[in-house]
T-cell receptor
């Protein structure tokens, strides 16, 4: 198993550009989520999904869109990048029993995004 | 979700036990205590979690006080590879949001 795979590892954008951060997992996990981590800060939840076709907002959802068309993939879209979105982005997945619990989270290795 | 309080940093001698405290005085009866760690800039790694009873696995032990207002993560024999930021998190049963604070930066010293 590859676990949670994030691409790209590094990305530089100009203000106003759009892009999609990719996240895929091969563990058949129902729960997937996106976090961002700014220097010296903990992780903040952006969006999460408890299964295909179901998404919800986390703590800092503004400026980001998500969709979940398959169990394996959970892409994060930046429609118009802003310097405030410069951060390290982590995708995480977890087994979810009956969509009422999440067990331990498995994290990807992160995407370092810079918006100029 | 209940908030947690952790010391910003701690040192531990290599080979000694590392005891990382966490206060969660507003925890409610159905909230679990989770511990994760983040080594350098890698993605966080799950360590252990518990509700009421003490828990132990191959990585660590989790001691939760009887009133559940605090807990301690114990790394029995710390190595240099245990140098990381350790996050204590409480989560409501059935909740989907894990809130990571700033954690405790543990430095294991040779």
């Amino acid at each position: 198993n590859a676990g949670v795979t994030q691409t790209p590892k590094f990305q530089v954008l100009k203000t106003g550009q759009s892009m999609t951060l990719q996240c895929a997992q091969d563990m058949n996990h129902e729960y997937m989520s996106w976090y961002r981590q700014d220097p010296g800060m903990g992780l903040r939840l952006i969006h999460y999904s408890v299964g295909a076709g179901i998404t919800d907002q986390g703590e800092v959802p503004n400026g980001y869109n998500v969709s979940r068309s398959t169990t394996e993939d959970f892409p994060l879209r930046l429609l118009s990048a802003a310097p405030s979105q410069t951060s390290v982005y982590f995708c995480a997945s977890s087994y979810s029993s009956g969509r009422t619990e999440i067990e331990k989270l498995f994290f990807g290795s992160g995407t370092q995004l810079s918006v100029l | 979700d209940a908030k947690t309080t952790q010391p910003p940093s701690m040192d531990c001698a290599e080979g000694r036990a590392a005891n990382l405290p966490c206060n969660h005085s507003t925890i409610s009866g159905n909230e679990y205590v989770y511990w994760y760690r983040q080594i350098h800039s890698q993605g966080p790694q799950y360590i252990i979690h518990g509700l009421k009873n003490n828990e132990t696995n191959e990585m660590a032990s989790l001691i939760i006080t009887e009133d559940r207002k605090s807990s301690t993560l114990i790394l029995p024999h710390a190595t240099l590879r245990d140098t990381a930021v350790y996050y204590c998190i409480v989560r409501d049963s059935g909740g989907y949001q894990l809130t990571f604070g700033k954690g405790t930066k543990l430095s294991v010293i040779p």
